[in-house]
């Protein structure tokens, strides 16, 4: 799959934020997640693209690998002042 460099940099940001904030070694089990996404501007973003960067940058972090999360939820929201991403990972 191709990423633009734009790309590469949005998902080498978000494992450093995940380093940052995940202690411990990465889990093995299966799990559910949560994601929030939180544009700046209103318009038409394609989340499933943006998640899959977040998913992809937190394997080998939080998790070995992405194919052990079994429910998935997305939600996309806004926010001018501070656009983020958040997560919340339970263990099954």
């Known amino acids: 799959m191709y990423m633009s460099a734009e790309g590469k940099a949005i998902k080498e940001d978000y494992g450093w934020q ?3 904030q995940w202690s ?3 889990t093995t089990k299966p799990l ?3 994601s929030t996404l939180y544009f700046k501007i209103k318009r ?3 989340i499933d693209n ?3 960067l977040v998913l992809d940058a937190l394997s080998g972090i939080v998790w070995v690998d992405d194919g052990q999360i079994e429910e998935l939820s ?3 929201k806004y926010d001018k002042i501070k ?3 958040e ?3 339970y263990e099954l």
């Open 87 to 89: 997560l919340v990972i």
């Open 32 to 34: 559910r997640v949560k």
């Open 83 to 85: 656009p983020r991403c």
């Open 74 to 76: 997305i939600t996309k």
């Open 18 to 20: 995940a380093k940052s």
């Open 50 to 52: 943006y998640n899959k």
């Open 44 to 46: 038409n973003h394609d």
């Open 24 to 26: 411990g070694p990465p």
